[in-house]
């Protein structure tokens, strides 16, 4: 079982950044695949960053270029870097890994709006 717990939601302006972090329980971080998916109100949740074990990359389009998702192995803990950020971006955003079977954060709500 692992546990995920996300951090650094919020309320930002147009053209900011923030940075969300999720910390995972477990001591095979290692080994598990890191992701973030966002979800606004109606609509699906979809997957906006995914790093691999191995540290391979993939971004949606819609925020490739301004958002950078990482890991620390030593502290069990995904990032995802939000920089220029509009409204569109405002949503739930969840942290979600894979390990033998698929687990998810409470999620965490960001808002862009001036």
């Known amino acids: 079982q692992v546990q995920l717990v996300e951090s650094g939601g919020g309320t930002v302006q147009p053209g900011g950044s923030l940075r969300l972090s999720c910390f995972a329980s477990?001591?095979?971080?290692?080994?598990?695949?890191m992701g973030w998916y966002r979800q606004t109100p109606g609509k699906q949740r979809d997957l906006i960053a995914q790093?691999?074990?191995?540290?391979?990359?993939d971004y949606a389009d819609s925020v490739k270029s301004r958002f950078t998702i990482s890991r620390d192995n030593d502290t069990n803990t995904a990032y995802l870097q939000m920089n220029s950020l509009k409204p569109e971006d405002t949503g739930v955003y969840y942290c979600?890994?894979?390990?033998?079977?698929?687990?998810w954060g409470q999620g965490i709500q960001v808002n862009v709006s001036s």
């Open positions: 979600y890994a894979y390990f033998f079977g698929h687990y």
């Open positions: 790093m691999s074990t191995e540290d391979g990359l």
């Open positions: 477990g001591d095979k971080f290692t080994s598990y695949i």
